[in-house]
C-alpha cells in the first residue's frame, strides 16, 4: 500500500467541502491520459463527489470529452496566473484536493485556495504545502505509470488499467467523416490507416520519416489502405516529407497542425488502426478507441505503453536498458527506432486488419 505523511500545514477538513475533488492535473496530453483510469474509478466509487480538474488550457478540450469530469478550471499563465486561479478554486469550495504531478506549483494553487487536504506525492520542495505525502510501492504486474495515480488517490488494491470512453461531440465525429470522405482518393478498398510521426521528446521517440514512408506506400500498394498523418504544427514539415517520399498522392492525406484537439480525436476514431512513436498521440488514440501499433526505442514500454490490450507493441531490436526519461536526442536513441523495421510494422499491421 502507499504509506502516507502527516505534514504539520493539515488543517481540519469543512464539512461543506466533502462533495468537491479538485484534482490538479499534469502538463502533457499523454499523461493527462495515463491519470484516466484512477480518476474515472475515483469517480465511480464517489458518484456524489463533484470532480473538477485544474489543468493548462490546452488539455481544457481533452478534459471537456471526459464526460464523467463535473468541470473543468483553466490554470492561468505566469505567476498572477497562479494566484487568479487560485481564487477561483477557492470558490468551489473543495474538501480535497490530488495533485497529479510533482511540480511546485501543482502543489501552490490548491494551498493557496486553502483546499483542506491536499494529497501529492514527494518532489520540488513542496511537501510543506501537502497535508499528506503519498510514496507508492512498486510491485510485479504495477510497472505501467498509471498504478502511480492510483495509489496517489489512496486506490492501492486495482490490479486492471481501463480507460473510460471519450465523449467526442456528434457534430466533431460527423464533421471528420465527411473531412476523410473529401480529401482521400475515391474507391479505396482497404481501411483508413493513421500514422502519428511526432513525439513531444524529439528525436530520441521518433521512427525515422523514411521508415513511414516506406510503410505507407507498401500499405497503400499491398492493402489498399487510405493514410492519414497526423501531428502539430512542428510536425508539418517532417509529415511533407513523407508525403512526398510515399509518392502515392491523393491515398494520403496531411492534417498536421490542421485539427483542434477535438477534430484530432474524432479523426483518430474513424482509422481503422494508428502507427504512433511513444507520444501524447499514442495515449490519445488508445482513449478514443482505436488500436495503436506502438513504436519504442529506449523508453520502457512497461511504464508507458498504451492502456488496453489490443495494442500491439514493437520494440527496438538489440536495444540497452530503457527508462523512463531519456535525452532529447543521442545516436543510441535515433539507432534504437531505425532498428524497428518497416517490415516489423507492416506486418503487426496487417495481422490486425
Excluded at 465511480?44 to 473538477?52: G, Q, S, T
Excluded at 506525492?121 to 513542496?126: A, T
Excluded at 535525452?327 to 536513441?333: G, Y
Aim: charged share 20%.
Amino acid at each position: 500500500m502507499p504509506v502516507f505523511r502527516e505534514s504539520v500545514s493539515s488543517p481540519a477538513p469543512r464539512s461543506d467541502d466533502t462533495r468537491a475533488t479538485l484534482i490538479s492535473g499534469v502538463n502533457w496530453l499523454g499523461d493527462s491520459v495515463m491519470t484516466m483510469p484512477a480518476l474515472f474509478e475515483w469517480k465511480c466509487r464517489h458518484a456524489e463527489n463533484r470532480l473538477v480538474v485544474l489543468c493548462k488550457p490546452g488539455l481544457v478540450p481533452l478534459w471537456k470529452m471526459a464526460g464523467w469530469v463535473d468541470d473543468v478550471l483553466p490554470i492561468g499563465v505566469g505567476p498572477v496566473g497562479a494566484f487568479v486561479s487560485a481564487w477561483r478554486a477557492s470558490a468551489g469550495k473543495f474538501g480535497r484536493a490530488f495533485i497529479m504531478t510533482q511540480s511546485f506549483r501543482s502543489a501552490l494553487i490548491p494551498f493557496l485556495a486553502r483546499v483542506p487536504c491536499r494529497v501529492g506525492m514527494h518532489g520540488h520542495s513542496r511537501d510543506w504545502m501537502l497535508s499528506s505525502v503519498a510514496t507508492p510501492t512498486l510491485r510485479p504486474g504495477r510497472e505501467h505509470q498509471a498504478f502511480e495515480y492510483f495509489d496517489l488517490m489512496g486506490m492501492p488494491e486495482c490490479a486492471d488499467l481501463r480507460l473510460p470512453q471519450m465523449s467526442i461531440p456528434a457534430e466533431i465525429s460527423s464533421l471528420a467523416r465527411k473531412k476523410i470522405k473529401a480529401m482521400l482518393a475515391p474507391g479505396i478498398k482497404g481501411p483508413v490507416i493513421g500514422m502519428m510521426p511526432g513525439a513531444a521528446r524529439g528525436p530520441a521517440k521518433q521512427w525515422p520519416r523514411e521508415h513511414f514512408a516506406a510503410l505507407a506506400k507498401r500499405l497503400v500498394v499491398e492493402l489498399d489502405c487510405g493514410i492519414i498523418l497526423f501531428g502539430t504544427h512542428t510536425d508539418y514539415s517532417t509529415c511533407l516529407d513523407i508525403a512526398s517520399a510515399a509518392g502515392v498522392g491523393d491515398r494520403l492525406v496531411n492534417f498536421a497542425g490542421a485539427t483542434s484537439l477535438p477534430d484530432l480525436a474524432a479523426l483518430l476514431a474513424e482509422c481503422r488502426l494508428t502507427v504512433a512513436n511513444d507520444s501524447g498521440g499514442m495515449h490519445l488514440t488508445a482513449a478514443v478507441g482505436t488500436t495503436v501499433v506502438a513504436l519504442f526505442g529506449l523508453t520502457d514500454p512497461m511504464k508507458t505503453r498504451p492502456i488496453g490490450d489490443r495494442h500491439r507493441i514493437l520494440t527496438a531490436e538489440n536495444a540497452g536498458p530503457v527508462s523512463r526519461d531519456i535525452e532529447v536526442d543521442s545516436t543510441e536513441s535515433r539507432m534504437a527506432m531505425a532498428s524497428i523495421k518497416p517490415d516489423r510494422v507492416f506486418s503487426a499491421i496487417a495481422a490486425e486488419i
